[in-house]
């Protein structure tokens, strides 16, 4: 078991997946971290040597914006966005979609499971 | 996709002057303007400025967290208030 970046433990998979596991670190990233470390591909977290362990642990530290403190900075740029009261920011407050999507069908991801209208004419017969 | 850093911010040339003589003139009345395509460039900032909707002329107070957004970003052109949920209720 392997603890990088704070709170994530990566299983035993290839090293390139288990670091996808960090919130922060995708396919690019972590293919990145392991040329530039020379991992190869196919090696497993489990048979990592604590020394590389390290190397990533330090890498990801130095260089990588990951987990909390990238948490952060997006709350924060949505923050600034609503404070600024601009359009993206009011789309932001009313949870609507922000990239100007359609809203008359589907925008379910952003508003949330549908809600039927309130008093709607049953269906009798 | 974004604009190129090459061409500089998009502006209509005309806000240049007419930002530049509301300064001079001291008093911050609100400047009316309808070029909602403009980028709000770092010397607007502090000016209020009307911007137009298509229907009236909202003011702005541009602060420098503004900056680089374009001006039709800070007037809604619609108007939704929301459904209201009882009418359907009481028709039937």
């Given at each position: 078991?392997?603890?990088?970046?704070?709170?994530?433990?990566?299983?035993?998979k290839?090293?390139?997946?288990?670091?996808?596991?960090?919130?922060?670190?995708?396919?690019?990233?972590?293919q990145?971290?392991?040329?530039?470390?020379?991992?190869?591909?196919?090696?497993?977290?489990?048979?990592?040597?604590?020394?590389?362990?390290?190397?990533?642990?330090?890498?990801?530290?130095?260089?990588?914006?990951?987990?909390?403190?990238?948490?952060?900075?997006?709350?924060?740029?949505?923050?600034?966005l609503?404070?600024?009261?601009?359009?993206?920011g009011?789309?932001?407050?009313?949870?609507?979609?922000?990239?100007?999507?359609?809203?008359?069908?589907?925008?379910?991801?952003?508003?949330?499971?549908?809600?039927?209208?309130?008093?709607?004419?049953?269906?009798?017969? | 996709m974004?604009?190129?850093?090459?061409?500089?911010?998009?502006?209509?040339?005309?806000?240049?002057?007419?930002?530049?003589?509301?300064?001079?003139?001291?008093?911050?009345?609100?400047?009316?303007?309808?070029?909602?395509?403009?980028?709000?460039?770092?010397?607007?900032?502090?000016?209020?400025?009307?911007v137009y909707?298509?229907?009236?002329?909202?003011?702005?107070?541009?602060?420098?967290?503004?900056?680089?957004?374009?001006?039709?970003?800070?007037?809604?052109?619609?108007?939704?208030?929301?459904?209201?949920?009882?009418?359907?209720?009481?028709?039937?």
């Amino acid at each position: 078991m392997a603890r990088i970046a704070g709170v994530n433990i990566p299983t035993n998979k290839r090293v390139t997946v288990s670091l996808r596991y960090i919130y922060g670190i995708g396919p690019s990233k972590a293919q990145e971290i392991c040329g530039r470390l020379g991992i190869p591909a196919e090696r497993r977290v489990n048979q990592l040597s604590d020394d590389d362990v390290l190397r990533i642990r330090e890498v990801i530290d130095r260089e990588y914006r990951v987990e909390g403190d990238l948490r952060r900075e997006v709350a924060m740029n949505i923050k600034r966005l609503m404070d600024l009261g601009c359009y993206r920011g009011l789309r932001h407050r009313r949870g609507l979609p922000v990239h100007g999507q359609r809203t008359h069908t589907n925008a379910r991801t952003r508003k949330g499971k549908a809600v039927p209208i309130a008093g709607k004419k049953k269906v009798t017969k | 996709m974004a604009r190129s850093v090459w061409k500089g911010p998009f502006i209509d040339g005309y806000l240049l002057n007419k930002a530049e003589t509301a300064r001079a003139s001291g008093r911050n009345e609100i400047i009316r303007i309808w070029s909602r395509r403009s980028t709000i460039l770092p010397q607007f900032v502090g000016l209020t400025f009307g911007v137009y909707n298509g229907h009236k002329f909202l003011p702005v107070q541009v602060n420098e967290n503004m900056v680089g957004h374009k001006f039709g970003e800070f007037s809604p052109t619609r108007t939704f208030t929301g459904h209201s949920a009882d009418k359907k209720a009481r028709r039937s």
